[in-house]
């Protein structure tokens, strides 16, 4: 016999509605009756049949992503966390990057896939806002400025920046030199933010940002303009790796002779040498509460603005011995 959501109903004692949003992914619904449907599931042994559910709702249980790129650490961590997310409640996750034919025919892609909504991820959402998305296509956009279109999901990438350069000028550095991202990023904006709103809570006049374009080698060649820097906030670890290398080419000792502190916390930070200090992005949770609004939308919910915490890691390549 095959397992209904009535039959989970009755042996969790709740409506077959709220075993619906169970199935769904919806956060509109409390732990414990979560857990008790989770459990019902589990001890009968359902499954989700996708096509019953896409005939009977209009839904295909398929979400989209819209990405400008794969090529960086930060990108291809948040399409891990998606996709896991995504698994998670049951939903299938469709891929699109940002072409020559820009955001438009993106959406235009996965509107032929028949998605139910989509996450924008990061730089793809400067793209986002300059056109409006197909009426009938939800949509999530993670590290945006507020925009009542959308739900927001956000790193805080402002107060990570602020924590790097205050933890740099707790070492006894003078001032504190910036490897920023592409001006075009919002995350890259806001990690210059922090880090200029940290200098001046510290009366230090900012050196104007050497500028990258988040690989490591955009931070080797950076890092040429940085000879008399002895305290560096990278906006991200990939940059800073290359910065590194250009310092220890140069022959200066690190972080003796300049510490250096980058963005991310990538899986090979602490493998770097020395290891990286670093302000930790959580990739997982970031994945996670941008799938979750995503869900929440399709389902008929409001749009939200969420900002997930960061945390610095310390480590040697930034405090002396």
């Known amino acids: ?5 009535a ?3 009755e042996r969790a004692g709740v409506s077959a509605q709220t075993v619906s949003r169970v199935v769904n992914g919806s956060p509109r619904v409390d732990p414990a ?9 589990a001890d009968l042994g359902y499954r989700m049949h996708r096509a019953a559910r896409a005939l009977r709702t209009g ?8 990405v400008s790129t794969l090529a960086s650490v930060g990108n291809s961590r948040m399409l891990q966390a998606i996709s896991e997310a995504a698994a998670a409640r049951d939903y299938a996750l469709a891929v699109v990057t940002v072409g020559e034919r820009g ?7 996965l509107r032929s896939q028949g998605v139910d909504g989509a996450v924008v991820l990061n730089e793809a959402t400067e793209l986002a806002r300059d056109v409006e998305p197909p009426a009938d296509l939800h949509v999530v956009v993670v590290d945006s400025p507020p925009d009542a279109r959308f739900s927001i999901v956000q790193t805080d990438h402002a107060g990570g920046a602020r924590v790097a350069t ?3 000028l707790a070492q006894g550095h003078e001032t504190v030199h910036h490897v920023a991202g592409p001006a075009r990023s919002y995350a890259a904006r806001e990690r210059e933010r922090g880090w200029r709103e940290a200098l001046a809570d510290a009366g230090v006049a900012p050196h104007e940002p050497v500028r990258g374009d988040w690989t490591s080698s955009s931070g080797h060649r950076a890092a040429a303009d940085l000879d008399a820097a002895t305290a560096v906030f990278v906006a991200n670890d990939q940059m800073a790796l290359g910065a590194l290398r250009a310092f220890a080419e140069a022959g200066r000792r690190i972080p003796a002779d300049v510490a250096v502190v980058g963005f991310d916390d990538i899986v090979d930070a602490a493998e770097f040498r020395p ?6 992005q959580d990739f997982d949770a970031l994945g996670a509460r941008a799938v979750a609004a995503l869900v929440d939308a399709i389902e008929g919910g ?5 900002t997930v915490p960061t945390s610095l890691v310390v480590r040697a390549s930034s405090v002396a011995d």
Do not use: C, D, Y
Not at 1 to 5: A, D, F, L, Y
Not at 59 to 66: K, N
């Open 166 to 168: 205050a933890h740099l």
């Open 33 to 41: 009756t979560r857990q008790r449907v989770e459990k019902a599931m």
């Open 302 to 306: 409001e749009t939200v603005a969420e």
């Open 103 to 109: 955001i438009r025919e993106a959406f235009a892609r």
């Open 275 to 280: 290891p990286l200090t670093t302000v930790r």
């Open 1 to 5: 016999m095959r397992v209904s959501m």
């Open 59 to 66: 839904q295909t249980s398929t979400i989209g992503l819209v």
């Open 7 to 9: 039959h989970v109903a």
